[in-house]
T-cell receptor, first 118, second 111 residues
Framework: NAGVMQNPRHLVRRRGQEARLRCSPM?????VYWYRQLPEEGLKFMVY????????ESGMPKERFSAEFPKEGPSILRIQQVVRGDSAAYFC????????????????FGSGTRLTVV | TQLLEQSPQFLSIQEGENLTVYCNSS?????LQWYRQEPGEGPVLLVT?????EVKKLKRLTFQFGDARKDSSLHITAAQPGDTGLYLC???????????FGSGTRLLVRP
């Protein structure tokens, strides 16, 4: 039973390029959560998606960032026109049930995508 | 605003020593979790505590949730080099799905 799969593991982009980060949830899970970890900091919530729906994007920057979780395929976190400040590790977690109360059981995180903007 | 404060930020100890890591807040949490993260990897869940005063043991690790559910501690007995890593506490408020993470305690256990 594969865990949460993220790719690529490492991504280097020049300023102004686009970054696309992919997250495949655990089998049978239809809820995905994205978190960002800046160097030497804890993780910060970005967005919660259900299949074909954005439930909560309150932690996502208003500009340049978008996320989707289509009916088929992985969830995608897209960052347009990347800047140096976007350099961070991006993690996703998944759950089989609606998010409310899920935190009481803990999350399984993927290994993350480390984005470096040069 | 950092809702969860972890201390110490860094800890370097000799193999065999005991240590305690603290996670404090002025806010009440419905649950609190501890994760361990190794370089280049994602956080791995160690334990979840949901009841005030709850104590959970995981081999040489003991986790406690404060009576008021505002703080937690992680105690490691007879630390080993394999315990080296970043320890993160994370809390959920009002049973929300959204985790609030502390900034972590970086532990180095020297052989």
């Amino acid at each position: 039973n594969a865990g949460v799969m993220q790719n690529p593991r490492h991504l280097v982009r020049r300023r102004g390029q686009e970054a696309r980060l992919r997250c495949s949830p655990m089998k049978g899970h239809s809820h995905v959560y994205w978190y960002r970890q800046l160097p030497e900091e804890g993780l910060k919530f970005m967005v919660y998606l259900q299949k074909e729906n954005i439930i909560d994007e309150s932690g996502m920057p208003k500009e340049r960032f978008s996320a989707e979780f289509p009916k088929e395929g992985p969830s995608i976190l897209r960052i347009q026109q990347v800047v140096r400040g976007d350099s961070a590790a991006y993690f996703c977690a998944s759950s089989p049930f609606p998010g409310q109360g899920q935190a009481n059981y803990g999350y399984t995180f993927g290994s993350g995508t480390r984005l470096t903007v040069v | 605003t950092q809702l969860l404060e972890q201390s110490p930020q860094f800890l370097s100890i000799q193999e065999g020593e005991n240590l305690t890591v603290y996670c404090n807040s002025s806010s009440v949490f419905s649950s609190l979790q501890w994760y361990r993260q190794e370089p280049g990897e994602g956080p791995v869940l160690l334990v979840t505590v949901v009841t005030g005063g709850e104590v959970k043991k995981l081999k040489r690790l003991t986790f406690q949730f404060g009576d008021a559910r505002k703080d937690s501690s992680l105690h490691i007995t007879a630390a080993q080099p394999g315990d080296t890593g970043l320890y993160l506490c994370a809390g959920a408020r009002d049973s929300s799905y959204k985790l609030i993470f502390g900034s972590g305690t970086r532990l180095l256990v020297r052989p």
